[in-house]
């Protein structure tokens, strides 16, 4: 479980990106974190990890205070929280193997990972994560010679690769088409919940957030404007959070995607029967 208390960050400057957010993540929840561009969505993602300074506030991870740990320790619970990142932070000249077992690196030292002499523990593990995301074919590919969707997938394998007890996901679906964005949400839901995960995702598609997250969270100038079910994400509190917009026609647009996709599918699958 994940528990923020207060937390807040104030930069030099005495700008705020993020003012007394507190909310509890239980496991096995998925979290879609809304906004507008500069609401503190990534800030706060990234206060979660350390990868930011908060100001003030507490972070608990199944009650150990990140925000209060020093750099080994720091180091240690890192390994306990997989980050997903919107352009796959993945080494391109390494192959998709290779880039999963680094999930591994928190783990087996420096030199091991150096000579890339993983446990076989750790091998037949990311050979499993492999499957599970539907990249077991592309295991000896390099990772520059993958699609944006197929990267993500690397990206999420990586991540679990560490065994975490927290996802921190940031806008996984920015770079990539509707259809894709669909399957890749889909199998990042399925995967916590077959793990009881609990997660955070950044994400900049209200749709996407309202069909597949199981909660949102709404920030407006690092404020929490709105936590609730995706159901109570009314016109009225969309407009709260970003402004003015015609949300009718962003959810018809939408809805005619995924109508499509469905249509796509279910054809497949008749043409596949009648082999």
């Known amino acids: 479980m994940l528990r923020i208390e207060g937390l807040t960050k104030t930069y030099r400057t005495g700008d705020k ?3 007394d957010v507190s909310f509890d993540v239980p496991q096995g929840q998925v979290v879609g974190l809304i906004g507008p561009s500069g609401a503190g969505k990534s800030t706060l993602i990234r206060c979660i990890n350390r990868l930011v300074e908060p100001t003030s506030g507490k972070v608990l991870l199944n009650d150990l205070n990140l925000a209060t740990l020093r750099t080994a320790d720091l180091r240690r619970a890192r390994r306990r929280i997989g980050m997903i990142f919107q352009e796959y932070a993945l080494v391109e000249r390494l192959t998709v193997m290779e880039n999963v077992l680094s999930g591994r690196l928190g783990y087996v030292g420096f030199w091991r990972s150096f000579m890339r002499r993983y446990p076989g523990t750790d091998i037949a593990n990311a050979f499993r994560l492999l499957d599970r ?12 010679a993958l699609s944006g969707g197929q ?7 990586r991540a679990l690769a560490q065994d975490p007890e927290l996802l921190l996901i940031d806008e996984p679906t920015a ?14 839901m399925e995967i916590c919940r077959e793990r009881g995960l609990p997660a955070i995702i950044n994400i900049h598609d ?3 957030a309202q069909q597949f997250t199981d909660r949102i969270i709404g920030l407006q100038a690092g404020r ?19 402004g003015e917009e015609d949300w009718t026609a962003m959810r018809k647009g939408a809805s005619e995607d995924a109508e ?7 054809q497949a699958e008749k043409m ?3 082999l």
Do not use: C, N, W
């Open 133 to 144: 995301v539907g990249l077991m074919a592309h295991a000896d590919k390099r990772a520059d």
């Open 260 to 266: 499509a996709e469905a249509e796509e599918k279910a």
């Open 17 to 19: 990106a993020l003012s």
């Open 224 to 242: 929490v404007v709105f936590d609730g079910p995706p159901s109570g994400l009314t016109e009225a509190v969309l407009t709260q959070i970003y």
């Open 151 to 157: 990267r993500q997938r690397v990206g999420i394998a």
């Open 206 to 208: 209200v749709v996407l």
């Open 272 to 274: 596949l029967r009648a």
């Open 175 to 188: 770079s990539l088409d509707p259809k894709t964005s669909r399957q890749i949400m889909r199998l990042i």
